[in-house]
């Protein structure tokens, strides 16, 4: 199965959990900087690639080649955080997948406000370094230990572990690993916790069913149509073709998101407010294609003032691209907006809502969408829903994309 691309802003949100542990999601630029750290919510994880270069931001830099507890500047790095599971001492292993890479790390405590804008000034200091010269005796491994002695080592011949550190439930930290030469491989992240947290007791969650039929808006007849499902599993949109009704059972009080494509019809998508009722009915009426028709595409929405989608635009952005992909024949504009109340619509508000359309247009091209077939234009503040939001939620809906069938 293709794997569909999204823009890096969702893709740096999103993890993805394996058999073995967590596997890294694909990484960015964003990722080799403090702000763009990568959660791991696993004992095991495995990143497959590393950063090249320090990311957006050279945040790390200018210190004393053997200074103790800090690199002499970022080279190839990657910012990860984590939460410690439980009161304990603290150990873990970097393992190159290459011994030729040498590792080195650094730890901070991460429950610091504002920790990434501190770093780059030292206003923070490391809990745990380890800038030693690698070991292939170890495999090249480094990381904290229980026998290690030494909270910091600096650069040269040394200790390949640092000193373990005692963590309580719930402890943030930052770790960031750099590679010093240009990375010929990745790496597994294992962290050890001793003693180790107690297991969780599974809790047994009254479910419900969700009833989804989908029907011709005109005939009324029932047709066959693709779903996409948005809150159903965490961190997830669930897709289904080839019925006219599916039936599922999901968790109790889940809200939902519902989109459906199918063939010379316009997508179309609900919400659905999670309750309590043993069966959620949905009923879905499509609406032939046709020159002229225009769709609001529920919840794309965007940073205030960027054209940086955020992560809930995941499912409205995969349901466009599947009504592309069903009507190959079909050409769109897509529209930018942006949320302006008491302003006229002035050449600021013009270029940040056609950045926003580019920004659709872009995730389209990128998964095969041909130019073509695409246009898109920024409108300003001119066509607000709300030219006078009361709350945020009215704002948000004002940052909004709209989509035009041009023809079909």
């Known amino acids: 199965m293709r794997r569909i691309r999204l823009p890096s802003v969702l893709v740096c949100c999103l993890a993805i959990a394996g058999v073995q542990g967590q596997d890294a999601v694909r990484l960015t630029q964003e990722n080799g900087d403090c702000t763009g750290a990568i959660p791991i919510a696993d004992s095991v994880f495995h990143q497959p690639a590393a ?45 190159p997948d290459d011994p030729a890479d040498d590792i080195d790390f650094l730890l901070f405590e991460g429950a610091i406000p504002g920790i990434c804008e501190k770093i780059p000034d030292r206003q923070v200091q490391p809990v745990r370094s ?20 030494e909270d910091y080592v600096r650069s040269g011949v040394g200790a390949s572990y640092s000193r373990a550190i005692e963590v309580k439930e719930g402890d943030l930290f930052y770790l960031v690993i750099d590679y010093q030469d240009r990375p010929l491989a990745g790496y597994t992240i294992h962290f050890h916790y001793d003693p180790p947290p107690k297991p969780v007791e599974e809790e047994t969650v009254e479910q ?30 669930v897709e289904a073709k080839g019925s006219s009704t599916y039936t599922y059972r999901m968790d109790m009080y889940r809200n939902l998101k ?24 949905v009923d879905l009426k ?15 929405r965007f940073v205030g003032n960027e054209d940086k989608v955020l992560r809930q635009s995941e499912a409205s952005l995969l349901l466009l691209l599947r009504f592309m992909q069903a009507n190959p ?11 302006g109340p008491t302003f006229k619509n002035k ?29 898109y234009v920024g409108l300003g503040n001119s066509r607000m829903l709300f030219p006078e939001p009361k709350n945020k939620e009215q704002s948000e809906a004002n940052r909004r994309v709209e989509v035009k069938v041009m023809s079909n």
């Open 258 to 281: 519902i989109g459906c494509v199918r063939e010379g019809y316009m997508f179309t998508s609900v919400k659905v407010k999670g309750s309590m009722e043993p069966t959620v009915t």
């Open 208 to 237: 419900q069913q969700l009833v989804i039929n989908i029907t011709d808006a005109r005939s009324r007849e029932p047709v066959e149509a693709n779903v996409t499902i948005d809150g159903m599993v965490f961190d997830k949109v």
């Open 329 to 339: 024949r079909v050409r769109i504009e897509v529209e930018g907006h942006v949320n």
């Open 347 to 375: 050449k600021e508000f013009i270029d940040l809502s056609t950045s926003r359309a580019r920004a659709v247009y872009d995730f389209l091209l990128v998964n095969d969408v041909e130019p073509e077939r695409i246009s």
């Open 130 to 149: 380890n800038i030693s010269r690698n070991d292939p005796a170890l495999g090249s491994r480094c990381g904290l230990s229980r026998e290690a002695t």
């Open 51 to 95: 950063v090249r270069g320090f990311g957006n931001k050279l945040e790390i830099k200018e210190n004393p080649v053997d200074h103790l507890q800090w690199f002499e500047r970022e080279h190839h790095t990657t910012w990860y955080k984590f939460r410690s599971p439980a009161t304990t001492t603290l150990t873990f292993d970097i393992i």
């Open 286 to 300: 499509l609406t032939p294609i046709a020159a002229g028709e225009h769709v609001v595409l529920e919840d794309i």
